[in-house]
């Protein structure tokens, strides 16, 4: 196991200054006096009152009063690693921005992966879409990118996000549910609301279920711009694609994980990381110039759109690597600021309204999280390159600032801090021309809802348009109320009949052929209603590979948990025959066994376990493999969990592969009907495992497997 916690950069070596670490140290008071006794508080006599003049113990609990801050209003559950980025290729012809020109640099980075709507104790697999927040720290100031792994957002303007938000969130009169978007609120918003159609459809597919933070895509989404050492600008997508491609899990598997282990994405991401098998992702560039703004069929500002990557390809530039877990969640991970507006020379925003609107509030939401305006000297949110200005005071001031001038211009401080000229690095904002009336409208370049959601359903593969089916049968299955359902029915059939009519069949209910005008009622009360209504699909793409988790595929099984179904008396040289090719090729192999502590092999050694079957579930491993041993095989067919181990390992699709007496075993469970599965692998060679592992799942069994009833 490598000792990640030696990787270091500019930003670890900058956190030092901050660190503690009480090794060999003796205990003191927040003040410095040498603690004596922290178990006993102070009192008159050993059975007597307690005493106020308890400093230490009056210390202690005030501190522990007010150890907690308000959680994040979105995004409250996350997990955060460091890492840095290297650049492939100078993109001068793009921009200006150090950290996209020169090659020499590994910038230091802090990434943030979340789910939206639950709470901060909430549970991993929530359907949800998962935040992918940036922080790069760059010589000439930090940079975040506070993207999500889905390319569109729900809505398109940020006046409409509290409403959003409000309506996903548990209802305010039960506060019920938590983390699930399956309620009438949100169905009552969006149905309302067909702008959030597009990001609703991939809410209801397996991008909203990953296997890891690790196997997910992370987007931008909105369109920004690269502006380069010319004052050329050029619009710009930005994406990141992880080299261990896309990966979820099934919807039952969610369901099951949220009981097995609810830190399930946590976890794996630190238990990556500890292993050494850093997480990477390259960051992709869409580029569009500035003369080909109208070129398309839709609104290069309208954030509920993307770019199909067969009209412009995702151009490869650089690439992460996540390689240090932190020291302390709160501090860094709690703490972590994020902010689209921290952008430094060579990039710059558009007009697209949602962003705009982003660019208020996520400082002003650190005001009530973290508390000060000095948030920004907090060391996770500091920049590695020197700050200096005029600000001063405030809440929990660190810096120290020297000299009497606090203002600007002065004559007393010598002009300092001075001013940057644009070729020395001063920010300038691209001069993007204005002149227009002041008007509180939605731009009707912004009214087609309907063609992307339907592009995106039709470049599904059969088994990933299924589970979009199952998961809106799923969810409106949750709501109440009749005519919610009926809207959503009407809205669906808008972007592919089967699909509706699969759903309004599993809800026994017909799809209405009229809803109740205005569709669209997320329009201001004079508005002209007619001209606001979804326009018609277009079909502009008859499909777009790319949208298709399938499309990113990842070879080699690195990291993938397999687990070793055995008890005492199984075989040790089946075990090694499978167990060293599986850990060269990177994956973690863990005995499950009949009982905890240790079981004998057939030759008569001890093996640890790492999990009985009494402390572990199927669905937190990516594969299973049973070795032989008659005296084994006896066992675990006595126990009623271990069949049921096999039975999800097969309703979910993945690998298994069984030697010699296993296979009785085998016989015993619904594996008797998927003998022939090419993802079952009877008394064969590791390859062929290592091979069914790596495709992730077998869906061609799904159907089949889902009469299982496990
Ligand atoms: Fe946001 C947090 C991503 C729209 C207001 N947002 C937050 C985080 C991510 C995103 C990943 C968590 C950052 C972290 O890990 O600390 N948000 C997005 C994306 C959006 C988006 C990809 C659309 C493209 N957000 C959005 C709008 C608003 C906000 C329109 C408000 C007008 N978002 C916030 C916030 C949060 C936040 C309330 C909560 C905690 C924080 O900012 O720091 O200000």
Redesign the pocket.
């Known amino acids: 196991m490598k000792d990640n916690k030696k990787e270091t950069s500019k930003k670890i070596e900058d956190l030092k200054k901050n660190t503690s670490n009480p090794k060999g140290k003796t205990m003191t008071t927040n003040q410095g006096l040498k603690v004596n006794d922290t178990n006993n508080s102070l009192k008159a006599g050993a059975r007597g009152a307690s005493l106020l003049e308890d400093f230490i113990l009056r210390e202690k609990i005030t501190h522990f009063d007010h150890e907690r801050i308000p959680e994040?209003?979105?995004?409250a559950r996350?997990s955060g690693a460091h890492g840095y980025f290297e650049l492939y290729e100078s993109q001068e012809k793009y921009t200006k921005a150090g950290i996209f020109t020169d090659t020499s640099r590994k910038t230091p980075v802090f990434v943030?992966f979340?789910t939206v709507a639950g709470s901060k104790g909430s549970a991993d697999l929530a359907r949800d879409v998962r935040?992918?927040?940036t922080k790069f720290y760059t010589d000439e100031g930090v940079f975040d990118l506070?993207?999500?792994n889905m390319p569109i957002?729900f809505?398109q303007d940020?006046m409409k996000?509290p409403d959003l938000i409000h309506s996903v969130k548990p209802e305010p009169d039960r506060e019920i549910p938590q983390a699930a978007s399956a309620h009438d609120t949100f169905y009552d918003f969006v149905s309302h609301t067909p702008e959030t159609l597009h990001n609703q459809i991939w809410l209801m597919s397996d991008r909203a279920i990953p296997r890891s933070f690790r196997m997910m895509e992370g987007f931008g989404?909105?369109t920004f711009r690269l502006i380069n050492a010319e004052g050329k600008s050029h619009f710009v997508k930005f994406h990141w694609k992880p080299l261990l491609g896309v990966k979820s899990v099934t919807w039952d598997e969610a369901v099951k994980i949220h009981g097995a282990d609810s830190d399930f994405h946590r976890r794996d991401l630190w238990d990556a990381i500890e292993a050494g098998q850093y997480p990477e992702w390259e960051l992709g560039f869409q580029i569009v110039p500035e003369e080909d703004e109208h070129k398309f069929d839709f609104d290069l500002l309208d954030?509920t759109k993307l770019i199909p990557e067969e009209m412009v390809p995702v151009q490869r530039i650089g690439k992460m690597t996540l390689n240090r877990n932190p020291d302390n969640f709160f501090a860094e991970t709690e703490q972590?600021?994020?902010?689209p507006g921290h952008v430094v020379p060579g990039i710059d925003f558009t007009n697209d309204p949602?962003?705009q609107?982003?660019l208020?509030?996520?400082t002003?939401?650190?005001l009530s999280?973290l508390g000060s305006p000095n948030f920004n000297e907090i060391p996770i949110n500091r920049p590695v390159n020197e700050i200096h200005n005029n600000q001063r005071d405030a809440h929990m001031r660190m810096t120290v600032n020297k000299g009497k001038t606090a203002y600007f211009p002065n004559s007393i401080g010598g002009g300092c801090p001075h001013l940057a000229k644009i070729a020395e690095g001063g920010f300038s904002h691209y001069e993007d021309r204005i002149d227009a009336k002041k008007v509180r409208e939605r731009s009707e370049s912004f009214n087609d809802h309907f063609s992307q959601p339907a592009l995106f359903y039709r470049s599904l593969t059969q088994h990933e348009q299924e589970h979009v089916v199952q998961a809106y049968s799923f969810e409106l299955g949750k709501c109440t109320y009749d005519h919610i359902k009926e809207r959503m029915l009407y809205i669906l059939a808008q972007i592919d009949e089967t699909l509706a009519s699969k759903v309004a069949s599993n809800l026994g209910m017909e799809i209405p052929s009229e809803i109740e005008r205005p569709l669209n009622q997320a329009i201001g009360a004079d508005a002209d209603v007619e001209k606001q209504q979804p326009g018609p699909k277009k079909n502009y793409l008859d499909k777009s590979e790319a949208l298709s988790q399938e499309f990113l595929p990842s070879e080699g099984i690195a990291t993938r948990k397999i687990a070793v179904l055995a008890g005492d008396g199984f075989s040790e040289s089946d075990y090694n025959k499978m167990k060293k090719p599986l850990e060269e090729a990177g994956a973690m192999v863990q005995i499950v066994g009949t009982h905890g502590g240790s079981i004998t092999c057939d030759k008569g050694d001890s093996h640890k376990v790492a999990h009985s079957l009494m402390t572990t579930e199927s669905v937190v491993f990516d594969a299973l493999y049973i070795p032989g041993g008659k005296k084994s095989i006896d066992a675990l067919m006595k126990q009623a969990k271990a069949k049921k181990f096999i039975n999800e390992t097969l309703k979910h699709c993945k690998a298994i592969a069984l030697d010699s007496e296993a296979e009785k075993l085998f016989d015993a469970t619904y594996g008797k009907d998927f003998k022939d599965d090419e993802a079952v692998i009877i008394n064969g060679k590791p390859q062929k495992f290592i091979d069914a592992i790596s495709k992730h799942r077998n869906w061609k069994r799904e159907k089949a497997a889902m009469e299982i009833p496990a």
């Open positions: 994040r209003i979105v995004h996350g943030r979340s935040g992918f927040a506070v993207g999500n957002f809505i940020a996000f989404i909105h954030p972590v600021a994020f902010h949602l962003l609107g982003r208020f509030s996520y002003d939401t650190q999280r």
